[in-house]
């Protein structure tokens, strides 16, 4: 079964930046679609950004577009997600969730995802 592992979160002041991975454990991702998806203290889990499994289309979120960058790399079965000019409000937990599909879009909704990782805290606080 996949196993996806975030890393790269932690405590940044505002308008600083983090680059998250997402890395699959013993797979290769070349036929998943991804995405990242986010959770504040008291509110509901929100899409962020997702990547296609083939032709590399991408989607964002409104409140992160211009700022986050979604990437893969096959070749580390990782894909990243380079967040700049962080805000206090991109305060949260962020997981990473892949879904088998030869697709050459992506899916916004997370009922769509098959596969969750643990999550990994981002605080963007001064």
């Known amino acids: 079964q996949l196993q996806l592992v975030e890393s790269g979160g932690g405590l940044v002041q505002p308008g600083g930046s983090l680059r998250l991975s997402c890395a699959a454990s013993?797979?290769?991702?070349?036929?998943?679609?991804i995405g990242w998806f986010r959770q504040a203290p008291g509110k509901e889990r929100e899409g962020v950004s997702c990547i296609s499994s083939r032709g590399g289309s991408t989607n964002y979120a409104e409140s992160v577009k211009g700022r986050f960058t979604i990437s893969r790399d096959n070749a580390k079965s990782t894909v990243y997600l380079q967040m700049n000019s962080l805000k206090a409000e991109d305060t949260g937990v962020y997981y990473c969730?892949?879904?088998?599909?030869?697709?050459?879009?992506?899916?916004?909704?997370?009922?769509?995802?098959?596969?969750w990782g643990q999550g990994t805290q981002v605080t963007v606080s001064s």
């Open positions: 013993g797979w290769t991702l070349d036929d998943y679609v």
């Open positions: 969730a892949a879904v088998r599909r030869w697709d050459y879009v992506c899916y916004d909704s997370g009922l769509r995802y098959d596969y």
